[in-house]
């Protein structure tokens, strides 16, 4: 029986291990969507002996590339213990079973990070793995592979991708002055940071109004530093623009990745209109509700194109409608140093806001971050009032 200090060493390097899977699983995060970000480590007698990551749909999944990794230096996986961040899958999918290769090649102990959150999936690759011998424990580091992967949990869960409303305020809470002026209200830190934030989402969502003020352009531009270690990435792109407003002129329109953008028109937008603008972008149409565009509708079928994850930087009216329906899983603000003060200035949530205290929308798992003299709180909402 071991003693308590080689438990305490085994668990310290279990850890380790586990953290480096974890190291590897992130180079694939914001990249291989509708995926989850794998990684895994093969271990033998405290040496790492192959390590991969997922690298996208249709590729080889982590434990497989670890496997390959090992064979490729000419050592046989044979009794070795893999480290993984997420449940071995058990069903023929793009790519073969990982639960196959791991009793094929006599793979002893398998740890894992989490189970697939998949209802018809969890614990089956477990339970294949245990009635063939294999050693399973499942758990070590499972709050930091859950968080890792929170747009596929709740888009494989829901069918819908997991809402993120971001926005850049001042200290009072406003996103523009009365006459839509913006530019620039937090400094350029804060704004990198949302330069990573968008790398790591699946689409991002605006407006009509957010187009028709400040023309943005909808890109990842994550300077030279990031993009030394990390691949271009392009960015689905959205506008809610319900009666088809969207000048023809504009950037997302005539950009090099037009082919990436959807404008989302609803039963107000004459048929001229969408004809203009399918010769360079795709169109959606939507029902709407009293003109506004339903947005359950919306999100259904953005889980049904593959999105797992959607970034709005809407305006306060498109902040507020995902708030007030409760259709956002969390908020990402930005509080630059100023104040802009006027009753008619525009807020970052607009829309009727909520009538008694008890209705308040309430946020969860808070955490400030300072970026230069700008500070950004990112919080989960809480499902309920």
């Keep these: 029986m071991p003693s308590s200090k080689e438990s ?46 997922h690298h996208g749909p249709g590729q080889p999944h982590a434990e497989i590339e670890a496997i390959r990794d090992a064979l490729r230096q000419g050592t046989d996986p044979k009794g070795s213990t893999l480290y993984v961040t997420l ?21 002893k102990i398998v740890h894992a990070a989490t189970e697939d959150p998949n209802p018809q999936h969890s614990g089956s690759g477990f339970a294949l793995l245990r009635n ?11 709050d930091e592979a859950t968080q890792l992967n929170l747009g596929f949990n709740h888009w494989i869960v829901h069918q819908t991708p997991l809402i993120t409303i971001k926005s850049a305020m001042t200290l009072d809470g406003k ?20 330069m ?32 030394r270690t990390h691949p271009k990435k392009e960015l689905r792109r959205f506008v809610l623009d319900s009666k088809a407003r969207t000048p023809l002129s504009s950037q997302i329109c005539n950009d090099s990745q037009a082919h990436l953008t959807t404008i989302v028109v609803g039963n107000e937008a004459s048929s001229e209109k969408i004809r203009k603008l399918q010769r360079k972008v795709t169109v959606w149409k939507l029902r709407t509700s009293q003109t506004r565009i339903s947005l359950k509708a919306l999100l259904k079928r953005l889980g049904r194109d593959g999105i797992t994850s959607l970034m709005v930087e809407g305006g306060g ?27 008619d200035s525009r807020p970052a949530v607009g829309g009727r806001g909520f009538n008694k205290p008890e209705t308040f929308l309430r946020l969860c798992n808070t955490r400030w971050q300072s970026l230069g003299s700008d500070l950004l709180l990112t919080a989960n909402i809480q499902s309920s009032p």
């Design 196 to 227: 990573k934030m968008r790398f790591q989402h699946d689409a991002i969502l605006v407006g009509i109004e957010t187009l028709l003020a400040d023309d943005p352009s909808l890109t990842v531009r994550t300077g030279k530093a990031f993009e």
């Design 317 to 343: 009216e498109v902040n507020a409608a995902f708030i007030e329906q409760r259709l956002a899983t969390r908020i990402a603000f930005f509080y630059a140093p100023k104040i802009l003060g006027g009753v």
């Design 132 to 142: 063939q011998g294999v050693t399973v424990r499942v758990g070590l580091c499972n």
């Design 175 to 194: 996103i523009a002055t009365a006459t839509g002026q913006s530019k620039w209200i937090t400094g350029p830190k804060a704004r990198a940071k949302v």
């Design 8 to 53: 305490q060493t085994s668990g310290v390097e279990d850890r380790r291990h586990m953290k480096r899977a974890l190291t590897l699983a992130r180079r694939g995060q914001g990249l291989v969507s509708p995926n989850p970000a794998v990684g895994a480590v093969l271990v033998r007698q405290g040496n790492i002996i192959g390590e991969g990551w």
């Design 87 to 107: 449940e071995p899958c058990s069903t023929e999918g793009r790519t073969p079973p990982c639960t196959s290769a791991i009793v094929k090649h006599q793979i």
